[in-house]
């Protein structure tokens, strides 16, 4: 039994309505208007007071006709507000005929619309909305709500729209909520399926649930107070099908799945190009052509894990921000996949180091620095110095090997002592060994004389070391001043090659040596001046990069 005061605002309608539109209602249109007084949930139009009730068809092409310009004025005429019931003004399994027009129209009530058939275009722009649900329907025209203000929720569920809805630059104090709804579904010619672009929502965005647009779905700029949520949707539109360019998301972006039957999937690019994200972006168990969170900054974690076909993925991180990063090897995408130059975060998924060196070696430039200087300093920030100093070396020796045949030794010695610069030590004693052997055959040759004067005489003179001289030669002390220019222990000053000495062979004629050694070049003064300075100048080099590893060393 309905209440007295339903009853008595469905009469007041009906009465309003009668003046306005005459005395033409069909039985349909007069539902609406008692449903709309009810405060009870809509039954549809199979509860007509009196008589038998139709039967209504199921084909939306048959279902009861309810002119547009009777819920405009229904939505608009200040006498029939006050006979609406606050749960709104409810149409139920009709066939909304001709344009709804509410532009720029105050709204005091929510409009409700189930199991409805649109057959023209909505066009809500720059009105003022408290609420506004369309649900199991079919729109066959556009939807504009360009500027619009709506109080409260705007849902969109379990839809089809076959063209375009724009609702930008527009506000939402609630939810966006198109779950399960279907955009552009038999139209090829327009690019754009669902317009949000500078678009307030204080709530969430809910593209779920089955979500299909054949179009792009585009919001640029806007700011989402909540989640955006497209868990098992399908954005089918290419080359973009997710556009959030600028946009700001306080919650989470999942771009996930729920089950693996029915998973994400993207065909097109993802675009989150210069978005703030304040939570975090999970692609788990998705299928995504491409994701661009080229500049994009995310103050919680990244996952891609799980990913369906990540062979034929692309993952854009270019000049991003990231909290954290936390993926699989199984998930990374093909080489020149990959770009993460300008990438910067804090924490990222301790796996293997070779093959964190392998995802690095996924970009489509992997000569990039950055990337490489990035991980370095991850794994110094973690507690693994030994651990950057190695990324280094491994980049650096990737470059070197790019290099021509002369740079090449020069460039990986460089890398070499640049990952442990106490490994110049392990240089020093080889030049030392090095110059031990080849000044002690210099002195058994007499290739090396004293600088003094009147002992270089008498050397010349007897090709002998001279008695009392106060500085015998030391070959490995010689060698030894010369690896290290701050030694000083005087055999530099008092011994050198003597310019006067005859080239000879490295071993007398007849020595068991000499075969082996003939292929070697004589030890000439210039050779062996040579080989002098060429250890000296190794040594300077070498004494200064030890230099700065202790001083580092100290700092540390």
């Given amino acids: 039994m309905q209440p007295l005061s339903d009853r008595a605002r469905a009469t007041q309608l009906l009465s309003l ?74 149409v139920v399994s009709a066939t909304i005929h001709g344009e709804l027009n509410l532009e720029a129209c105050r709204v005091e009530h929510l409009l409700y619309f189930q199991n409805c058939t649109f057959d023209s275009w909505i066009n809500l722009q720059y009105a003022d909305f408290r609420g506004l649900f369309i649900q199991d329907s079919q729109v066959t025209g556009s939807v504009e709500a360009d500027g619009s203000n709506f109080r409260g929720q705007l849902r969109l569920r379990d839809s089809a729209f076959s063209q375009k809805v724009s609702v930008i630059q527009a506000r939402v104090a609630g939810d966006v909520d198109c779950a399960g709804s279907i955009f552009c579904a038999f139209r090829d010619d327009d690019p754009d399926g669902l317009l949000l672009d500078r678009t307030t929502v204080d709530g969430g965005v809910y593209l779920s649930n089955g979500f299909t647009s054949h179009a792009t779905v585009r919001m640029l700029g806007i700011q989402i107070g909540g989640d955006l949520t497209c868990r098992n949707a399908r954005l089918l539109s290419t080359p973009i099908s997710l556009a959030l360019d600028g946009a700001t998301v306080k919650g989470k972006v999942l771009l996930d799945s729920a089950t693996e039957m029915n998973p994400f999937q993207c065909l097109g690019q993802a675009r989150f190009v210069n978005a703030h994200i304040v939570g975090d972006l999970r692609c788990t168990g998705s299928l995504i052509r491409t994701l661009n969170c080229n500049l994009m900054k995310l ?21 991003a921000s990231l909290r954290s990063i936390h993926d699989e090897e199984n998930s990374w995408p093909a080489a020149g996949g990959l770009t993460l130059d300008g990438l ?82 392990y ?130």
């Fill in 427 to 556: 240089l020093i004693v080889l030049f030392w060994a090095f110059g031990s052997v080849i000044f002690w055959r210099a002195r058994r040759m007499n290739s090396m004389a004293p600088s003094e004067k009147d002992a270089y005489i008498k050397f010349v003179k007897s090709r002998r070391e001279p008695e009392g001289y106060i500085q015998p030669f030391k070959p490995f002390v010689y060698a030894l001043e010369n690896c290290l220019p701050v030694v000083k222990l005087g055999q530099d000053d008092a011994w050198a090659p003597d310019p006067k000495a005859e080239p000879t062979d490295w071993f007398p004629k007849g020595s068991r040596w000499a075969d082996w050694t003939n292929w070697l070049p004589k030890l000439t003064y210039r050779r062996l001046s040579f080989l002098r300075w060429a250890i000296i100048l190794a040594g300077w080099l070498l004494a200064l990069i030890l230099a700065g590893a202790i001083g580092e060393r100290f700092k540390s």
């Fill in 344 to 425: 910067t975060y804090v924490e990222l998924t301790r796996i293997d180091l070779d093959d964190r060196i392998k995802w690095l070696k996924l970009q489509s430039n992997p000569d990039q620095p950055q990337p490489w200087m990035q991980l370095a300093n991850w794994a110094v920030a973690m507690g693994h110095p030994d651990e950057g100093r190695h990324i280094i070396y491994l980049f650096r020796r990737s470059q070197a090997i790019e290099g021509s045949m002369i740079e090449i030794p020069f460039a990986l010695s460089y890398a070499w002592l640049d990952e442990f610069q106490f490994r110049s030590l």
């Fill in 299 to 319: 103050d919680g974690e990244l996952t891609w894990i799980s990913m369906q076909e990540p062979r034929k993925s692309r993952l854009w991180l270019n000049g």
């Fill in 17 to 90: 309505a009668d003046k306005n539109f005459g005395h033409d209602l069909s039985d349909p249109e007069k539902q609406v208007l008692r449903d709309s007084a009810s405060s009870d949930e809509p039954k549809g139009p199979d509860d007509f007071e009196g008589g038998e009730p139709p039967k209504v068809s199921d084909d939306p092409k048959n279902r009861p006709h309810v002119r547009a310009e009777l819920i405009r004025w229904l939505a608009t005429d200040p006498e029939a507000a006050k006979s609406i019931d606050p749960l709104g003004i409810r």
